[in-house]
């Protein structure tokens, strides 16, 4: 459902071109659960970015669901990431004004959903990442790691066919980390959702069905099991 070839990008700096990604190949199948791993600086937010449709590549091509996605112009991309894309941010980007409730119904909302369906599924949400006594915190007043699990919730409310999250566990302790794990994993396979997931967690990457290293401007399968 997701494939990416020959992906290229380099970002121009004032002291030249960086060159952060280069001749990237993979795919991803429905309800396939992929970690995506490398050192810090690697380019695996840049990749993200890349598939979530947040930036341009250079050269290359992405196609989600028969859609060449890398070929969009701006005004088509919205509705595609709406419909199509659930994108965890490394920095969480909620909307300040609006409480956590109201966060997490904004894509259905946009979907044309109502408010009564969005807010009970909101809090649904909100309930099983165990942060429902929050719905009415506004990001400001959420502690870090409430406001990850605000964001997982929204990339996850409409259902996507495609979910990109960035180190969606980084903030949390590990039992709160694992419930998090645990949501998106059962959603991936309930739903047939595909999620790439970037995280630094070695024992999660481990539970992932794949796992691809970035390393030197290139992504290739790792094995991280008994390492
Ligand atoms: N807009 C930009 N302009 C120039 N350089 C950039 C830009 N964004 C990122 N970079 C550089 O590209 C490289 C890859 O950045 P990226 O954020 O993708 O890394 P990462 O693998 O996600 O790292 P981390 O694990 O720390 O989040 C870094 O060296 C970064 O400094
Ligand atoms: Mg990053």
């Known amino acids: 459902m997701l494939r990416v070839t020959n992906l290229c990008k380099s970002y121009h700096t004032p002291q030249g071109s960086l060159e952060i990604l280069k001749n990237i190949n993979f795919s991803v199948d429905q309800g396939c659960f992929t970690a995506v791993v490398g050192e810090s600086g690697s380019g695996k937010s840049t990749l993200l970015q890349l598939l979530g449709t947040l930036d341009y590549a250079d050269s290359g091509e992405i196609i989600l669901n028969d859609i060449a996605i890398h070929n969009l112009p701006e005004h088509k991309l919205a509705m595609l990431r709406n419909q199509h894309i659930g994108f965890i941010y490394q920095a969480h980007h909620l909307i300040p004004e609006l409480t956590a409730v109201e966060n997490i119904m904004l894509p259905l909302l946009i979907q044309g959903i109502g408010q009564k369906e969005a807010r009970s599924k909101a809090l649904n949400l909100l309930q099983q990442l165990k942060i429902e006594e929050r719905a009415f915190h506004i990001p400001a007043h ?18 996507p066919s495609l979910i990109l999250a960035d180190e969606p566990t980084g903030n949390l302790d590990e ?9 998106m994993y059962n959603m991936c396979k309930s739903e047939n959702i595909a999620v790439i997931m970037v995280t630094h967690s070695q024992s999660f990457a481990n539970s992932c069905d794949n796992i691809y290293k970035l390393s030197q401007h290139q992504l ?8």
């Open 175 to 183: 039992s709160t980390a694992t419930t998090v794990f645990n949501m």
């Open 220 to 227: 290739s399968p790792a094995t991280l099991k008994n390492t």
């Open 142 to 159: 959420l502690s870090g790691g409430e406001a990850q699990r605000v964001a997982v919730a929204r990339a996850m409310i409409t259902k």
